[in-house]
């Protein structure tokens, strides 16, 4: 696991929907990167909120399942909060995390690296491992593709929900778009505005999405957000 200490220019941010089985491992490993874990209970079910809190996180709730994007917003205005109330001089930036990362999210700092010494706006995780997603194939090529037509640039990673970036670039990408198109969208409007984009290779594992039907219903609702996400680009 990670050596690091937390570092307190640094704020994580997990959104997170009925996670209950995960939610404590991955707070506490984000923990060891962070100085403020941030978590997002997005409309969940179960237990999620209760354990994030436990395990340390600020909670902030939807009452219903409001996706992704809003997720991410919610997320970061609660760090704006905290940041405004302790009276900082500079804003965090923001590391967000998936909720199923369990212990491996101890091994994101790279991606806080490059900006924390200003080389790089954003960051964006390529797993070192993968792991076999069901038919995922088909959502990362469109957002692969739609963010290349769009921009000139081939991520390797184009749906990897693991990114660190600046308060600025945030803030310059809002208001993200809705659900899942909101990791293609930040990539391509932070792109055509000049902003610096590195991808780093780290040692993060998720839960693979499987095959079923509830799993098919999840892809069909990314393929539909990204889509969207991409058409308003054009």
Known sequence: MSARSPHGDV??????RNEADRIT????????????????DDGSRDATAVLAQRAGAVVMRHGRNRGKGAAMETGAEAVRLVDQTERRDQPRHLLFLDADLGDT????????????AGTADMTIAV???????????????????GIRR????????PLNGQ?????????????????????????????????R???????????ATGTGLRAQLHRAHQLTDVARALAVRR
């Open 105 to 116: 999210a101890a091994q994101a700092g790279p991606l806080m690296d490059p900006v924390l």
């Open 25 to 40: 491992a991955t707070v506490a490993a984000a923990t060891r990167l962070a100085g403020l874990v941030v978590v997002v």
């Open 150 to 157: 769009a921009t000139g640039w081939q991520p390797r990673q």
């Open 163 to 195: 990114r660190c970036l600046t308060r600025a670039a945030f803030e310059a990408a809002r208001p993200l778009a809705p659900g899942w198109g909101a990791e293609t969208a930040l990539t391509i409007d932070l792109l055509r505005q000049g902003l």
């Open 197 to 207: 984009i590195t991808e780093v290779e780290v040692e993060l594992a998720h839960r």
């Open 11 to 16: 704020a994580v941010v997990i959104a997170a």
């Open 127 to 145: 797993f070192a491992a993968t792991v076999k997603l069901g038919g995922h194939g088909l959502v990362v090529g469109l957002s692969g593709a």
